[in-house]
């Protein structure tokens, strides 16, 4: 089989998905599974379709096309604010898109008044995280301006937290947007639609509390408010909760597996040898060296292993290498790795779990092969169809 490959194992990302969409459904939170680290991969998309998502939820347009053209029809949640110069598009292909500029709604507006079709807006606020939002004392003017606009409709509003700063969900920020929520519900609940699954009347359908990162609070046991929706990539994909990077119970943490072949294995010094500059990636090698290689001396060894795998690939510090073994260093297109009592040969091929910045660039790199596992009762279910 070809090297290096990622295994993708349907059945266990399929179990994951459901896992959480049920203990999420008996707190009142529905799930957008997100596919972005997966580029929008239709099997995927499947998989966590049958396991009961409510949408999906993609940051790229190019992804979301990819959806569509594999004739996907469950609903698609644009998660990144559109670009102006994309509203054609992303009315084209999303149903829902999460938004913080006047200008894009307007053109989002324009856009849909062209193609005929209504587009549905998520209004990010800012809690605290300082990446995309609307302050929130700026959040009611806008609701006033965009009611107006033609072929839009106000859906929802959300929140994105613990991803450029770190900042936890919480019982404070969680309520902040419920508060929001209900004062928005109060002004203008009776230009809004139905409530869902809901006799309270008119407003806002979602109130979308967060990412992975919320699903700590979302499952202690805390008033969730009005919280009901939250979109799930990570957790879905990896089984750990980006918080802490802590394994979620009852989730499988080894869906993706990448594996990388042997070009070279060879017993040599643990330490280089020479006048020491940068490495190729700009770093100063932290351990000591020695100028002059001497054969006699005594110096520790180690079985150094080469595999045909690099930092063009994936994040070789997120990289998680079988027991026994290290990764001592990565290159453009080398990954070396002290195989310890093992000798491994030329040809072996070694198995990695990956983190999320490890996955979402060995997704993109066009190196890297990917196979699909569907177990025998999933093969049944044609991928693209629904
Ligand atoms: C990436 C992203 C998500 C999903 O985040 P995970 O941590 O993978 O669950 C949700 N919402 C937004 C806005 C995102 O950009």
Excluded at 64 to 91: H, K, N, Y
Excluded at 163 to 192: K, Q, W, Y
Excluded at 246 to 262: C, H, K, M, Q, S
Excluded at 285 to 293: L, S, V, Y
């Amino acid at each position: 089989m070809t090297a290096p490959r990622l295994e993708i194992d349907l059945e266990k990302i399929h179990h994951n998905a459901r896992t959480l969409v049920n203990r999420l459904r008996g707190r009142g939170i529905s799930v957008t599974g997100v596919t972005k680290a997966v580029l929008g991969a239709p099997e995927i998309a499947a998989a966590l379709i049958r396991a009961g998502v409510w949408a999906l939820g993609d940051s790229r347009i190019e992804n979301i096309r990819t959806l569509r053209e594999a004739r996907i029809t469950a609903p698609i949640m644009l998660i990144r604010s559109p670009m102006l110069s994309q509203v054609e598009q992303v009315v084209a292909q999303a149903d829902i898109s999460v938004n913080t500029e006047l200008d894009v709604v307007r053109g989002l507006s324009h856009a849909a008044l062209a193609a005929r079709r209504t587009h549905g807006i998520v209004l990010m606020v800012e809690l605290g995280d300082l990446r995309e939002g609307i302050m929130p004392g700026d959040l009611e003017p806008f609701v006033q301006a965009i009611l107006d606009f033609p072929n839009i409709a106000l859906r929802g509003i959300g929140t994105n937290l613990a991803c450029r700063s770190g900042v936890a969900p919480d019982a404070r920020n969680m309520a902040e947007l419920s508060a929001l929520a209900d004062s928005i519900d109060a002004t203008f609940g009776h230009r809004l639609r139905p409530r869902l699954g809901s006799s309270a009347g008119f407003g806002l359908e979602i109130v979308s509390g967060g990412n992975s990162a919320n699903l700590e609070w979302a499952l202690s046991g805390a008033d969730t408010g009005r919280i009901n929706h939250l979109r799930l990539g990570e957790a879905i994909l990896l089984g750990c909760e980006p918080l802490h990077r802590r394994p979620i119970d009852g989730l499988y943490t080894d869906a993706f597996t990448l594996i990388a072949e042997v070009i070279e294995t060879k017993v040599k010094p643990s330490e280089p040898w020479g006048d020491i500059g940068q490495t190729a990636f700009g770093e100063m090698p932290p351990r000591a060296t020695n100028r002059i290689f001497d054969p006699t001396a005594e110096r520790p060894r180690t079985t150094q292993t080469i595999l045909a795998l690099g930092r063009q690939d994936t994040d070789a510090d997120g990289l998680l290498p079988p027991a026994g073994m290290d990764i001592l260093g990565a290159s453009s297109d080398h990954l070396i790795v002290d195989s310890g009592c093992l000798r491994l040969s030329v040809g072996a091929e070694i198995r990695f779990q990956l983190n999320y910045s490890a996955l979402v660039r060995a997704m993109t790199s066009p190196f890297i092969a990917q196979v699909m596992k569907a177990a025998s009762s999933l093969t049944r279910v044609p991928a693209l169809t629904y």
